[in-house]
């Protein structure tokens, strides 16, 4: 199992930004994001693949931006103009090869309220 880092949550008003962090011990082929808010079911945010192919969700385009160190093998999301409905608890995953199960991070809490 791999043992994923995140940091980069907290609290912040409505427009405002963040950048979540995902640090990971060696090379992975996939990484991304999750979010679960309360009371709904877990659901992709962002992933990038390889060489930095990415994918988003239809909610988050235009306003967060996934990328990748890979030489700090560290995943980022950096979220611009956050709502209240951005309010969830995000979750890193990674996966080391292309059939590799997946690991996940213990969870990043992200409140966007005023």
């Known amino acids: 199992q791999v043992q994923l880092v995140e940091s980069g949550g907290g609290l912040v008003q409505p427009g405002g930004s963040l950048r979540l962090s995902c640090a990971a011990p060696g090379s992975m082929f996939k990484m991304g994001w999750y979010r679960q808010a309360p009371g709904k079911q877990r659901d992709l945010v962002a992933t990038i693949i390889g060489f930095g192919a990415t994918i988003y969700a239809d909610s988050v385009k235009g306003r967060f931006t996934i990328s990748r160190d890979n030489d700090k093998n560290t995943v980022y999301l950096q979220m611009n103009s956050l709502k209240p409905e951005d309010t969830a608890v995000y979750f890193c995953?990674?996966?080391?090869?292309?059939?590799?199960?997946?690991?996940w991070g213990q969870g990043t809490q992200v409140t966007v309220s005023s």
């Open positions: 995953y990674a996966q080391s090869t292309i059939s590799s199960a997946t690991d």
